[in-house]
């Protein structure tokens, strides 16, 4: 009796046929590995579909050897469907609410190669700087300190700048193949001098950002997740070479940047390497004071009151200065003769040079088709150096000011990756992972008493470190019960983090004929131990080959902080000195989770519906809180963490000449930790304390990204795209009845790309709307304060391209060509009056990018 099996019944028994050792030729072998490895880094539950459903027949039982060149014959049809599907990016990722789209961004920008609901992924542009990328994503920005360095990130108003005390840090995580980078950490009056920036973007081969409450195997986070990943032999290769290399160099004018990057890769049929070298020079500073002169305007009341009493009778010769000025006064009061206006001028600031170094090095070994380890050494440091500044202070002493920071990371990575076909497992990858990161902060300050010979030499030296040892484990299952089909994700992931705050200090004074020295260490904070530990699990369903898919995710995640207290060093503490308890420990726990729909309504259709809530622990700062001189922090032993819950509405459209990608999202912050000022008498309010609001945040947004084609509507207009994306978000602070400061207004772009041949160029106009009164609320609540508004703007910029095949590309880009003096809120939003003048946008500036294959 003849019975019916699917091409894909018979590839698992020729699978297993080989595991019994049937011997299958070499070159089937080799297209099966090259398919393996395809499909491992896809990932993809659609095109496992799809193949499994492709060339049903019938199958009868003939005999071992007609059953294995049968069996062979659709190993050759399935191993060439996968390689094919998946080198022409036909896949659909792996994430609730996927959505298969492709959207080319010509020009300077990037390429998006899948948009998935409320994931946009995109290939980076090595042309553009990571902070121009990001800015480009609707509804995600890239928030700046004063010296222009990545401070942190913000997705629809959540995230921003950490304050003073170090806290309202790591709403945004970003992550580095799969490693979370560390918080942006900020304490004291150094708070605008750290940040994120523990990578180069040379480096960067892909980005993918997920907004709302993000929930995954390898992180969650209660904004989002920005997860960048590193180059590949292949980013660096010529087509069909096993041996290449790659040289880039460019200018960036908008900060006086320059960088060149040299890499070379090896690929063979059982190993490939990369490794890759940046340097880079760049003042990093968005523009510093602007220069104010005040200017009189020849045009004022003065000229035209002198030509009025001429006219009307007075010889103003015999008059005196005293009788004109004082007629003057009778006509127009204590109006000022003579209009005046104020000019201004925006420099680069020479004090903060930037030079950073990035190294990295990878290692793939394919021990054979269904296994592959993989070794990363990343390496990056930077270090900005402040000129040596002097200045007269309060006309007695004369002071030489010379500063430095320093910030490292060190990456070791290895991972397997494995194709195991078992009854809880298909795929299985795992990581072993150390990172350590430093930063450092050094200052010396030279005061000279005038008239004197006494001076003082204070050199002080704050370093800031973390270790981070990483675990993951993490498997994928595809499985049918019925008539419904399962993608399981499922996984382990054990993370150990520990921090150390030191501040060293040398006085060495002279005085009265006399050296005096002194040394001493201190620290903000006690040294820490952080254990986290989480276990995630979900699973993709789809009813037969129907349109409607579901995916529910479920994360346990536990965290225990050890904190000791006791040390060969001070601990600085304020006037209750009985508030901290020696070693401490802390534990806290959550359960994230999300719930996804997906519906493809047609080939042009798609919509998608989502609800998930995700938590943030308490960081260093906020569970060890440390007095700042005359701030005295007060801990708080009842901080819960802070959660927040959004439901996304997705609606992805595409035709011939138009596609569209549409996000309304609803979020809900629950639980906000925020300080509050204790111990108020009269007035004045000498201590804070973190608390959780237990009224929500609430916040709104709506997020559009299209592109028309004109080539769909008419071959003469075929080298033309239109590409626009415009993001809006709203939201209310209910605990203090007041706007949510964080979030931008609204604010997008729209480009024009040409494209033909090996030309392409763009124009792009860049916008943002006005922050009014009615929508800022006060940026610190303990000592208040509230921005002042914003105005709004609009920018051009402008580019060409040169491609000369795959070998050469040559790339010049103007920037802001009407030379608009502009800011952006989501770097404002927190300072007040001079300290807005740090944070103006670059003027006119060109950008020059080469780089060559070989």
Sequence with gaps: MLRKESCFQKFKKCFLWTNRKITVKQNFSQYHFKAQRSYQQNRSWLSFYILKNISQGMFKRQGVHQQKRSCLRCYLALTGMLMCLFSSSLVMAAQPSAILKKIE??????????????????????????????????????????EGGIANLNIRGLGGKPDMYGQNSGRIQMTLDGLTLPESFAFSHQAKDHGIGYFDSSTISTVTIDRGPTVSSAVSAMGGVVALRTKEPEDVLLPDRKLGGQLRTGYDGRYRGKFVTGATAIKTDKFSMLLQYTKRRTHEVQFDHLHSQEVIDEEGKWPYFLEDMQESGFDVSEMTQEEIDELYNDIYGDEPKYDTYKTVTKDISDKYVLNTYSFLNKWHWDINERNRLSLTIDRFESMRKEAVKEELKFEQTHEKVWDSRQMKRLTLMLKGEHDEVTPLTDQISWTLASMKTEQVHQNLLNQKTLGTDNYADILAHNMYHTRTKTIQLNAIKWMETGLLKHRWDYGVNYRQSELTNRIAYQNTIYQNREWTKKTGASSYFPDSKRVEQSVFISDRVQYRDGPISMTPSLKYTKLKEHSFVDGDYELREGESHDLYQSNQAKKFYAWDYALAFGWEINTSHYVSLSYSQAHRFPGYAELNPSTYFHWEALPNPNLKPEKSQAVSLGW??????????????????????????????????????????TEPVRIRSIEYK?????????????????????????????????????????????????????????????????KKAKDIGQYDNVIGGTPPPMAGWATLDVGVGYSLGKRLDLNIMLYNVFDKQYQRWENVNAQNASFRDQFWEPGRAWVVNLGVKF
């Design 105 to 146: 961004v010509k020009g300077q920008r990037t390429v998006v190669t899948r948009t998935i609901g409320k994931t946009t992924q995109m290939r980076a542009d090595p042309n553009v700087s990571l902070r121009d990328f990001l800015n480009d994503s609707p509804g995600v920005n890239l928030v700046t300190n004063s």
């Design 706 to 770: 299209g592109e028309v084609d004109f080539g769909g509507l008419s071959d003469a207009l075929k080298y033309w795209r239109l590409v626009a994306a415009i993001s809006y978000s709203k939201g209310k602070d209910k605990a203090h009845g007041l706007p949510v400061n964080s979030i931008a207004p609204l604010n997008g772009y729209a480009s024009l790309n040409f494209k033909r041949g090996d030309i392409n160029a763009f124009a792009r106009v860049n916008f943002s709307k006005a």
């Design 652 to 693: 992805a459209w595409k035709t011939a000449w138009y596609q569209q990608n549409i996000e309304l999202a609803d979020t809900k912050v629950i639980d906000k930790l925020e300080g509050k000022s204790m111990n108020c008498h009269a007035g004045t309010c000498r201590s804070r304390m973190l608390v959780n609001f």
